[in-house]
């Protein structure tokens, strides 16, 4: 007994051994093989994801497919679109498979972006069909007659199909079909439009640009009815493939103008612009360390309309709120909406407020600093400037610190929570700016002057244009401090010819000043009332440059 439970033992570790299945066991022929062919075919097509590297979606497609025309089987299409988009592993990446008048179809959408009672509507109305109705060709029928949607187009490569599906439409897949049938059924996510919180005026509209595309179109062609008013959708970056839009009216703009910038966003490639307009202005435009800003941004569809009008492009980035308007000067950089908003008199002593403003963030402090530094460079009629002691630190580390601590002071408020941003204000007031100059650490007139030019600095309208200018102060402080008063002169007038050397678009950054046109300065100085104002700036180059049919 013994010795024949011994040689069965030996057949069966024989038989695992060689691989023949035990049919005593209840095992089917052939099972193991299967098994063994399906683990082999797992680690094949696992060993193929990790050997694909493309670097856009039409490559993923020819990897996966050999091609990138849709295929006549759903279940290719579908497979497929597992390996490129994640089918079946991302949960909001839906395929829905149903038969419509005896034709099978495949729904394929992203499930956030699905506006669900237009869905529902479509899917509705196709329910009714039989296959009679698609008896003159089930693409012609689906497409010409039975979806009940406005926006409805064709496409026959799987890679468009996935990118429109990835922007928010719906693609419909039919078997026996290489074309596919795109709707428009996308909802995005948008907050309703408010007023900016870095423009605000007194009198004026309140709404203000969102974080979707087509919204903030709406609110500008909302103000411009004019039918030369253009939109040009690109897209930017292989992943993100986030839209680009440029606007201009065409028979107004400089077509050069329109021409660079399209270009120029066209050799971008990079793998995407998460963060919108910064990026997209830094990849097209600004590709140096230069701290003054090459364009003007602006969240208000009036400001925007306005440029339009005056010959300008303006280019806008979905998911941001401000658009980019081009070319800008630093005058431009300057104003602001609310002197447009009341009368000439009341505007232009506006805009000189608002010019001192910006003076004095520059040169109040690196002036004061000279003055008190070299008391042989005052006049008799400023003798009562200046410390009567000095303090216990040099005053160029005085106004170091205070810049740096306005600075820290500037960022905590962001990421303050409202009902505690005015105890913030409070003890930066009163337990380090009242407690530091009794303390002797630092002078009343620095914490003055200082508080001056912050206020000069954020009654900038542009708040790149405010940030610059701070840097440039530092600037002046350092060589005002090391070389006195040559020093000065030297710091200030670098800082000329660097504004001078920088170009808009290939326009001068300082125009109407250099190269000087006087009509166009006082326009700067003043704020012109609407009906003198019969031209367009120069500095655009307009093609129509008369604001008046018939006057010059």
């Known amino acids: 007994m013994m010795e ?33 062919a399906d683990s082999s075919g797992r680690e094949s097509a696992q060993q193929k994801r990790e050997r ?47 038969t419509f008048g005896g034709k099978k179809t495949g729904l394929f959408f992203v499930n956030g972006f699905a506006q669900s009672d237009v869905m529902v509507e479509i899917i509705k109305r196709l329910t009714y069909l039989t296959p009679e109705d698609l008896s003159t060709g089930a693409l012609r029928s689906f497409f010409e007659l039975y979806i009940p949607h406005i926006q409805v187009d064709k496409t026959e490569k799987l890679s468009d199909a996935i990118n429109k599906v990835l922007t928010g439409n719906s693609v419909l897949f039919l078997e026996g079909e290489q074309t596919a049938l795109v709707m428009d059924t996308r909802q995005y996510p948008v907050r309703s439009p408010e007023e900016p919180s870095l423009e605000r005026v007194v009198r004026g509209s309140r709404d203000g640009f969102t974080e979707t595309l087509v919204t903030n179109i709406t609110l500008v062609r909302r103000r411009l009815r004019d039918p030369g008013l253009k939109f040009e959708m690109m897209g930017v970056g292989r992943r993100t493939r986030t839209d680009v839009c440029i606007a201009f009216i065409d028979d107004i703009v400089d077509k050069t103008l329109v021409d660079s910038i399209r270009e120029k966003i066209k050799e971008i490639n990079i793998d995407g612009i998460p963060l919108a307009d910064k990026q997209l202005e830094e990849a097209i435009i600004n590709r140096g360390w ?6 003007r941004y602006s969240e208000r569809p009036d400001v925007v309309a306005s440029h339009l009008l005056e010959g300008r492009a303006v280019v806008f980035v ?9 070319p800008t000067t630093f005058f431009d950089l300057c104003q602001h909406a609310e002197e447009n908003r009341q009368t000439p008199f009341m505007g232009t002593y506006l805009r000189w407020v608002r010019f001192f403003g910006v003076f004095a963030s520059l040169f109040l402090l690196p002036l004061w600093l000279l003055i008190v530094v070299h008391p042989e460079f005052k006049p008799a009629s400023l003798a009562f400037i200046g410390p ?48 530091a100059v009794q303390t002797g650490l630092f002078v009343n007139e620095v914490v003055l002057y200082m508080a001056v030019a912050a206020i000069g600095m954020f009654a900038t309208p542009s708040y790149e244009l405010g940030l610059a200018n701070r840097i440039v102060r530092l600037g002046l402080l350092l060589v005002v401090a090391i070389f006195g008063g040559p020093g000065f002169v030297i710091g200030t007038t670098a800082f000329i010819v660097l504004l001078t050397l920088r170009r808009s ?24 009332p609407v009906m003198t104002s019969k031209q367009r700036p120069s500095y ?4 129509d440059d008369t604001r008046m049919p018939g006057k010059k």
Request: without cysteine.
């Open 290 to 295: 230069n701290p003054y800003p090459l364009v």
């Open 505 to 528: 678009n290939n326009s001068s950054y300082l125009w109407p000043f250099i190269p000087f046109n006087a009509k166009a300065m006082a326009a700067v100085l003043l704020r012109v």
């Open 318 to 326: 979905d998911t941001s709120p401000s658009v980019m308007i081009l």
């Open 388 to 435: 009567e002691k000095q303090a216990e630190i040099p005053l160029i580390a005085q106004f170091l610190l205070v810049e740096f601590g306005v600075d820290l002071m500037r960022m905590a408020a962001v990421h303050t929570p409202t009902p505690l941003a005015s105890a913030m204000g409070l003890i930066a007031a009163i337990l380090i700016g009242d407690i």
């Open 540 to 543: 655009n180059k307009p093609r």
């Open 52 to 98: 694909e590297m493309s670097d856009s979606v039409e490559e993923s497609v020819r990897y996966w497919q050999k091609s990138d025309n849709i295929s006549r089987s759903l279940s290719t299409t579908r497979h497929t679109l597992e390996e490129v988009v994640g089918l079946g592993s991302s949960f909001d990446i839906v395929f829905r498979e149903m």
């Open 4 to 36: 024949r439970d011994t040689n069965e033992s030996s057949q069966d570790e024989l038989k695992h051994m060689q691989g023949i299945p035990d049919f005593d066991s209840g095992e089917e022929p052939g099972t193991q093989e299967k098994d063994n």
